[in-house]
């Protein structure tokens, strides 16, 4: 069963950036498209960005664009989410997502085509 896993989180002053890792030791990601989700507190989780298992097609959320990029390294097995000019509004408990029924070009922000999920990491914005 794949088991995504999230790491890369902590504390950041606005301005500052991240880069959160996705990866899975149990399974490869080569054949899943991999989606970011975040949810802050007191607010629905909410679709980032994607990016497809094949020719890293990539969609992002508006409010991330330009700041927000979404790479894949499959030989190190792992998906990151380079986060840039972070905002205080960029706070949250950060997942990954893993799924394949929509296809290998092609990635969504929807949640319901992700069957396997990570557990989360922390992202604090704030001086």
């Known amino acids: 069963q794949l088991q995504p896993v999230e790491s890369g989180g902590g504390l950041v002053q606005p301005g500052g950036s991240l880069r959160l890792s996705c990866a899975a030791s149990?399974?490869?990601?080569?054949?899943?498209?991999i989606g970011w989700f975040r949810q802050a507190p007191g607010k629905e989780r909410e679709g980032v960005g994607c990016?497809?298992?094949?020719?890293?097609?990539?969609n992002y959320k508006d409010s991330v664009k330009g700041r927000f990029t979404i790479s894949r390294d499959n030989a190190k097995n792992t998906i990151y989410l380079q986060m840039n000019s972070l905002k205080p509004e960029d706070t949250a408990d950060y997942y990954c997502?893993?799924?394949?029924?929509?296809?290998?070009?092609?990635?969504?922000?929807?949640?319901?085509?992700?069957?396997?999920w990570g557990q989360g990491t922390q992202v604090t914005v704030s001086s």
């Open positions: 149990d399974a490869t990601l080569k054949d899943y498209y």
């Open positions: 997502a893993a799924g394949r029924r929509g296809g290998s070009t092609w990635c969504s922000v929807l949640e319901l085509w992700y069957d396997h």
């Open positions: 990016i497809s298992s094949r020719e890293g097609n990539t």
